[in-house]
């Protein structure tokens, strides 16, 4: 069974780090165009906020306007795993985050995804 799942949330004070772990177990993260995705505290109804992707042919990564040039997406294949390195944490960057793998697509639209982890937490709060 192909999985996906989250590691390395927490709690980090504003202007601090930290690493998201998004490892594959059942398949290879080849098969899969990887996508962050979080979910604000406080959202009801809403879809999942794209935060980031990274393209697994091209190599390409996409980021949202609110994290570019602070969160770093980055893939290690001998572990099987995709990375998100959030730097200079903000207090709305406080959400439930999810990793999501597409197989045909590469976009900011959570549709279209064909499985999902099961999500960790970030905290951001002085």
């Known amino acids: 069974q192909e999985q996906l799942v989250e590691s390395g949330g927490g709690w980090e004070p504003p202007g601090g780090s930290l690493r998201l772990s998004c490892a594959a177990s059942?398949?290879?993260?080849?098969?899969?165009?990887i996508h962050w995705f979080r979910r604000p505290p406080v959202s009801p109804g809403k879809e999942p906020e794209f935060?980031?992707?990274?393209?697994?042919?091209?190599?390409?990564?996409d980021y949202a306007d609110s994290v570019k040039g602070r969160f770093i997406i980055s893939r290690d294949n001998a572990k099987n795993t995709v990375y998100l390195q959030m730097n200079s944490l903000k207090l709305e960057d406080t959400a439930f985050y999810y990793c999501?793998?597409?197989?045909?697509?590469?976009?900011?639209?959570?549709?279209?995804?064909?499985?999902w982890g099961q999500g960790t937490q970030v905290t951001v709060s002085s």
């Open positions: 935060v980031a992707a990274l393209d697994r042919n091209r190599g390409i990564a």
């Open positions: 059942g398949s290879t993260l080849d098969n899969y165009n």
């Open positions: 999501a793998g597409k197989r045909l697509y590469f976009s900011r639209n959570p549709a279209a995804t064909d499985i």
